[in-house]
T-cell receptor, first 111, second 114 residues
């Protein structure tokens, strides 16, 4: 009963490096989301997807790109990491009118 | 755009005392409302959701929330706090015109004292 799985759980990057965070869900959900969580800021939506092959910008999309080539996977990319992108990243998935299910998060530090 | 206000970034109660976590939303149309809980180093878990079926919603772990349209509020309560309730709690509202995107409040950290 995996639900939403995020890979990796922790990562340290140097400024300017690139990386991809992977989110996989096994619930056949249509919608997937990437959030970042910062102290005192709650969760802020970075990008989301309403179905395979589609993506859309959320509240804080700058510096990130996403892809949804397969329904079960949603990738978040950082092309040139900046210290301001140090955060905890959460992936979630849902169906229409249903609650979102969250992964356990990826803690990303950028030095 | 929707907004969610959680009054009090930190609430401290004694074990056995009433828990009250406040949430107000901005919407002209009754939205879908949710409370999530986050334990340390974990993702968010759904506590309960309001979808217009009933104004008093019961969730897991003894929590409940009451939807009050006139006050645009959806406060979370539990009659008797337990040490295991210590966590961060987030209120969320569905966006107008969207039945899948959520706007989250900034969260309330609940501390339970022995």
């Amino acid at each position: 009963n995996a639900g939403v799985t995020q890979t990796p759980k922790f990562r340290v990057l140097k400024t300017g490096q690139s990386m991809t965070l992977l989110c996989a869900q096994d619930m056949n959900h249509e919608y997937m989301y990437w959030y970042r969580q910062d102290p005192g800021m709650g969760l802020r939506l970075i990008h989301y997807s309403v179905g395979e092959g589609t993506t859309a910008k959320g509240e804080v999309p700058d510096g990130y790109n996403v892809s949804r080539l397969k329904k079960q996977n949603f990738l978040l990319g950082l092309e040139s990491a900046a210290p301001s992108q140090t955060s905890v990243y959460f992936c979630a998935s849902s169906d229409s009118n249903q609650p979102q299910h969250f992964g356990d998060g990826t803690r990303l530090s950028i030095l | 755009a929707q907004s969610v206000t959680q009054l009090g970034s930190h609430v401290s109660v004694s074990e056995g005392a009433l828990v009250l976590l406040r949430c107000n939303y901005s919407s002209s149309v009754p939205p879908y409302l949710f409370w999530y809980v986050q334990y340390p180093n974990q993702g968010l878990q759904l506590l309960l959701k309001y979808t217009s079926a009933a104004t008093l919603v019961k969730g897991i772990n003894g929590f409940e929330a009451e939807f009050k349209k006139s006050e645009t509020s959806f406060h979370l309560t539990k009659p008797s706090a337990h040490m295991s309730d210590a966590a961060e709690y987030f209120c969320a509202v569905s966006d107008a015109g969207s039945n899948y995107k959520l706007t989250f409040g900034k969260g309330t950290l609940l501390t339970v004292n022995p």
